[in-house]
Structure formats: structure tokens, C-alpha cells
């Protein structure tokens, strides 16, 4: 048995990249998934790949063209998987995103960096809105059976990103809705989590090296990670489907790297990581570094 039988998942942008790759590990583990996306075609080649990965004959994949950006196509997706599920839903995984204009502020194509905040941040707050009335109608109906919410962040959410303006305005974004919206779902079991994935090589890092010098330090960064091969996202899926499992039942409001934090091992860690601001995003003051100064 996997550890997501009996799942039934929502994947947004999940027709290639990380998205197809977390898509792969859901249905390995047993879960049903609706995957969406932009592109029609790719969304097919994308659910007939997945079929062939079914464990069981009765396992569901299933799709839809939909812009997460466009709040009439996302309210016509979710009610296309309450009846694909029979009503259900227990994972929303915001996948679906854009790198946006590279290059200075002030040259930057103003509707291109809109767009990219659309697409990547106020797409994904549509669609936990949508999710949690959902998840919380469920609640009511059937008693609090665990929910997950899992937000993809990126480049620039933790620190400052020069040249990546849109994209990292809409990641910080994106981290800092997950934990303000799994303190305010926690009494119904509901969980939202983010996740770091790393500089895989996707089309975003071909972007990256096509902008050149209007990527500034980022191009010999990105170029190095290039020649290497990128960052596997065989791990940030893996992440995603422990994070949709009820083994990370004590896990919520956390930025989690796929690369760097030891998740594989947080169970050993359960009341530190529920009970603390670790693995949050948080203000440094003076004390922090040592000062003993206001």
C-alpha cells in the first residue's frame, strides 16, 4: 500500500516540470489526482504517462485545460473535480507558476510582472479560498479528517532576489499565505505547508541563462547548476507526497527545502517542529546576531 492510498489530489500546472514529477509520486502512492494547466495538449501526453503508472485498476487521473489566474475557470475546475471525486478532495498541491520578466524593475514589462504575481500568487490564494470551503464543508459533514494544502515557493522568498522582481514578490508571498492560513484552518485540520524544490533544471533555469546579463549574479549561479544537472526533483516530489500523507500529520505552516532540511527525519523531531517558529519566515533583530542593542 502507499502511503497516499485513498488520496484524492488536485495538482495545479501539473503537466510537466515539478508539477508532472510530484503528479508521478502521487499515483505511484496510491493517490487519485486531477491535474490542470494551461495547455491542452500537454495535459493529455501528461495523463496518459501518469496511466500507465496506476497501481490499481480503479485509480482516477484526470485532467482539465484551466488558467489559475482566471478565477471562472478555477471555480469551473473545482467544481469539475468535486464530481470527478464524488465530492471529495483531500490535497491541493499549488504547483502552477511563472518566472516573469528578468531584468530591472524599471525595465520590466509591466504587464508580464503583473502576471507573474497573478499566476503565481493570487492564482494560488484562488485556489486555497477555493479548497479550504471545500475541505471545511467536509469537516462539517464527515468530522475533521486530515486536509493538506502544499504551496510551491521558489527563489527569492527568503532573501532578497535582484533582477527577479515579480517572481520573488509573489514567492515571498506565497510563504508568508501559508503560514498566515494554516493558523487560521488548524481547529479543522487542515494543513498548508510550502516547499522550497531548488534550482532544478526546468524551463525556468533555460530562461535564466537566455536573459544573460539581465539575470546579473544569478546567470553564473544558474549555469553552474546547469552543468551539473540542476537540483533532483525526485526529492521536492517525494517532499509533496509526505506532506499530503497523514505521516506529516504535525507538520503546517512550514517552508520546508527539499534540499537542505532533514524532513525525511522530522517525525524524531515532532514537538520541536510543531511547537516552534523553525522553518518559518521571521524578522531578524539586534539579539539574533549577537548585539545588545534595540
Not at 549574479?217 to 517525494?238: R, T, W
Amino acid at each position: 500500500m502507499g502511503k497516499l492510498d485513498g488520496k484524492k489530489a488536485l495538482i495545479t500546472g501539473g503537466q510537466r516540470g515539478l508539477g508532472f514529477e510530484i503528479a508521478k509520486e502521487y499515483v505511484r502512492q496510491g493517490a487519485d489526482i486531477f491535474i490542470c494547466a494551461r495547455s491542452g495538449d500537454a495535459l493529455q501526453t501528461a495523463a496518459a504517462e501518469l496511466s500507465a503508472l496506476k497501481v490499481r485498476a480503479d485509480q482516477i487521473i484526470s485532467y482539465k485545460k484551466a488558467d489559475v489566474s482566471n478565477a471562472s475557470d478555477m471555480d469551473v475546475l473545482f467544481d469539475s473535480v468535486m464530481q470527478e471525486f464524488d465530492g471529495n478532495l483531500d490535497v491541493l498541491v499549488n504547483n502552477a507558476g511563472i518566472q516573469g520578466p528578468i531584468g530591472a524593475l524599471e525595465e520590466n514589462d509591466w504587464d508580464e510582472l503583473i502576471k507573474v504575481i497573478n499566476i503565481n500568487l493570487v492564482g494560488a490564494l484562488y485556489c486555497m479560498r477555493k479548497a479550504v470551503v471545500i475541505f471545511k464543508e467536509e469537516a462539517k459533514k464527515n468530522g475533521s479528517g486530515s486536509k493538506s494544502i502544499i504551496n510551491i515557493s521558489g527563489g527569492g522568498a527568503t532573501g532578497p532576489r535582484p533582477y527577479f522582481m515579480g517572481y520573488a514578490v509573489a514567492k515571498t508571498g506565497i510563504v508568508r499565505a501559508t503560514e498566515t492560513l494554516a493558523k487560521e484552518v488548524k481547529p479543522y485540520n487542515i494543513r498548508v505547508n510550502a516547499i522550497a524544490p531548488g534550482a532544478m533544471n526546468t524551463r525556468m533555469m533555460d530562461e535564466i541563462l537566455s536573459a544573460g546579463d539581465r539575470a546579473g549574479e544569478e546567470y553564473e549561479k544558474i549555469l553552474q547548476k546547469k552543468n551539473n544537472g540542476g537540483d533532483s526533483m525526485d526529492k521536492p516530489a517525494k517532499l509533496a507526497a509526505y506532506l499530503a500523507s497523514d505521516d506529516s500529520a504535525f507538520v503546517t505552516g512550514k517552508l520546508i527545502s527539499a534540499v537542505w532540511d532533514g524532513w525525511q527525519d522530522f517525525e524524531k523531531h515532532e514537538g520541536d517542529i510543531a511547537e516552534s517558529d523553525i522553518f518559518t519566515l521571521r524578522r531578524i533583530v539586534p539579539k539574533d546576531r549577537g548585539f545588545d542593542w534595540e
